[in-house]
């Protein structure tokens, strides 16, 4: 590790243990003291005293040098030493250079939590920003967004009277989730026109189903949209209703799938592979390589596979997407994954909030490293997807995914 970095990294863990000696509440914007020492009924306990990397120590006067100007100056302060807090974990994330380390507050943890496993109190609309604004991808199926009629392609405007242009989408998914029963009104405008209309919906659960299926004549599409505690279970089910409908080749849609649980992924690419089959190797700092092998369980073999992947495919849709890939059982269609080949464990802090952190990088079993360059996998047929709906009539992936699919022979056995 080059020494820039482990400096870095050296100063972050020690400022994170700073960090959570600090106590809630205000810092007098008149402290009277000396560059360095940390304001009084702020610290609670002791700041380690130096950090050592080589011959280097790290004074941490600095950083309390840095605090006190901030609430001695700042024109709206002082703030919130809470505040403060929070800022410097952020920063100890942001230090690494690395996007996918990233600090969660408590709401941010609680509402990761929910979406991994698979439902979450709200009204049930998948949105992207666009123009600055959030932009309905889709309403999900059975949600009270979808009753209310919310519809694909409609810009967000407000929420409850509060304008979301510019809005970070977590502000916005908070504001839009709530207590179940409670209303929220979304202020829409579709696309392309000028009119807008105001939309009440009632919160309720939404359990997110992570497995979607249609069958095209003798082809059975299953989309797969993350990888959650609920996958694996969806897949057996949706593999085990095709074959009761007799459906000769598969279909499996993992376009703008951003990942999620690598058990989940693991588990749901078992269901095509022989048991004990390699599915990923993970390089970590800490540990010993590792390999995540197929597990046991129900399986489909013989039913010829076409995957369909663009930039949107990441982390855990990489995984089962390089495997199937680089053991034959699967032809990949699209566009060059998103390249994000790193696995992040997930540390609960004492107040409910989580640090993200990156600990490993994954390989294929073809030996394609996904991490670092973000090159991604390369289909073995890339087909453009223009401004569309997945899995709609104007979808050329997958169009081309039937074509190639019902080329492939029957007798396809692993």
């Not at 073995?380 to 223009?386: G, K």
């Amino acid at each position: 590790m080059h020494r820039p970095i482990r400096a870095a990294l050296m100063l972050a863990g020690s400022v994170i243990a700073l960090c959570f000696v600090f106590s809630i509440g205000f810092v007098a914007g008149a402290t009277a003291l000396g560059p360095g020492i940390p304001p009084p009924q702020v610290v609670a306990g002791d700041p380690p005293p130096e950090v050592k990397d080589g011959d280097e120590e790290v004074d941490f006067s600095l950083f309390w040098e840095a605090w006190n100007v901030i609430q001695d100056n700042y024109f709206d302060g002082p703030l919130a030493a809470e505040t403060l807090r929070e800022g410097a974990i952020r920063g100890l994330a942001q230090a690494t250079e690395d996007p996918y380390t990233l600090y969660q507050d408590p709401e941010q943890a609680r509402r990761s939590t929910a979406h991994l496993s698979g439902s979450f109190v709200g009204v049930g609309i998948r949105i992207e920003l666009r123009d600055d604004l959030p932009f309905v991808i889709q309403p999900l199926p059975q949600s009270p967004a979808e009753a209310a009629g919310i519809g694909i392609h409609e810009y967000v405007l407000a929420v409850d009277g509060v304008s979301t242009e510019g809005m970070a989408l977590a502000e916005f998914g908070q504001r839009v989730r709530g207590e179940r029963g409670t209303p929220v009104t979304l202020t829409l405008r579709r696309e392309g026109e000028t009119a807008q209309r105001d939309v009440t919906v009632i919160r309720d659960r939404i359990i997110v189903q992570s497995v979607t299926t249609k069958v095209f004549d003798d082809v059975g599409y299953l989309r797969i949209a993350n990888f959650s505690s609920r996958t694996s279970g969806e897949v057996h089910h949706a593999l085990s209703g095709f074959q009761t409908a007799g459906v000769e080749r598969l279909i499996v849609d993992l376009r703008n799938n951003p990942g999620g649980l690598l058990d989940a992924s693991v588990s749901a690419t078992s269901r095509f592979l022989p048991e004990g089959e390699l599915i990923l190797r993970r390089e970590s700092r800490k540990e010993p390589t590792q390999v995540y092998n197929a597990i046991s369980g129900y399986r489909d073999l013989r039913t010829p596979l076409v995957v369909l992947v663009n930039s949107g495919s990441a982390s855990g849709s990489e995984v089962f997407a390089g495997a199937l890939q680089a053991h034959g059982r699967a032809t990949l269609i699209g566009e060059q994954t998103h390249g994000k080949g790193s696995v992040q464990e997930l540390h609960r802090l004492s107040d409910g909030s989580i640090m993200r952190v990156t600990t490993g990088i994954w390989f294929t079993p073809a030996g394609v490293a996904l991490a670092g360059d973000g090159s991604g996998l390369t289909p073995d047929l890339e087909v453009q997807m223009p401004e569309g709906q997945l899995g709609g009539d104007d979808d050329p992936v997958l169009a081309a995914g039937l074509e190639a699919v019902r080329a492939l022979p029957l007798d396809v056995s692993r």
